[in-house]
């Protein structure tokens, strides 16, 4: 079984702090994702990487970076924390039959 | 409305009935899959039907696509307590950016 871990489930920042949401998979997959969940919102694809050191933008990256120095590990950053990107952060990886597969999320709280 | 919106947005039914979720989409895709999502967890893979195919099985699970409506349905049949929990549709027009919808909130009461 395809397995994905979340650094943190719960993190609590300050504005303007710098913030490292990290994400493993113990697989060969070259594809991964961050989303960000809010309500009544869905899922929203901040960036995507489809190989070391190759990412692209989703539909919201603004305020977000990411890295990809190996493989397995996937890395969204919050250069400068800001109130509104307090929300549920999502990792997931794409597998060879097309589904992804999530980790568990990160709930994140800005004061 | 967006890519992927489901319909009803909650949903309240007892245990062993059916329930019937509703995606609609707006892009040509290559597929449309639903996944299920417990509170406060990471998204769970349930199906995935490709655009060729009209009808999909899984256990208790029954999914259509109808692409000239661009509107997929999910069925849960005989429904259980524990599959309480909000299910979401993505649909996959090949360029990985796979687009969620709002989903949908599904109670079944004991």
């Known amino acids: 079984d395809v397995k994905v871990t979340q650094s943190s489930r719960y993190l609590v920042k300050r504005t303007g702090e710098k913030v490292f949401l990290e994400c493993v998979q113990d697989?060969?997959?070259?594809?991964m994702f961050w989303y960000r969940q809010d309500p009544g919102l869905g899922l929203r694809l901040i960036y995507f990487?489809?190989?070391?050191?190759?990412?692209e933008k989703g539909d919201i990256p603004e305020g977000y970076s990411v890295s990809r120095e190996k493989k397995e590990r996937f890395s969204l950053i919050l250069e400068s924390a800001s109130t509104n990107q307090t929300s549920m952060y999502l990792c997931?990886?794409?597998?060879?039959?097309?589904?992804?597969?999530f980790g568990p999320g990160t709930r994140l709280l800005v004061l | 409305s967006q890519q992927g919106e489901e319909d009803p947005q909650a949903l309240s039914i007892q245990e062993g009935e059916n329930a019937t979720m509703n995606c609609s989409y707006k892009?040509?895709?290559?597929?449309l899959q639903w996944y299920r999502q417990n509170s406060g967890r990471g998204l769970v893979h349930l199906i995935l039907?490709?655009?060729?195919?009209r009808e999909k099985h899984s256990g208790r699970l029954r999914v259509t696509l109808d692409t000239s409506k661009k509107s997929s349905s999910l069925l849960i049949t005989a429904s259980r307590a524990a599959d309480t929990a909000s299910y979401f549709c993505?649909?996959?027009?090949?360029?990985?950016?796979?687009?969620f919808g709002t989903g949908t909130r599904l109670k079944v009461l004991a």
């Open positions: 997931a990886i794409l597998t060879g039959q097309e589904t992804q597969y």
């Open positions: 990487s489809y190989d070391v050191k190759m990412k």
């Open positions: 892009t040509s895709i290559n597929n």
């Open positions: 993505a649909t996959d027009s090949g360029t990985y950016k796979y687009i």
């Open positions: 697989m060969d997959h070259e594809n």
């Open positions: 039907i490709r655009s060729n195919e």
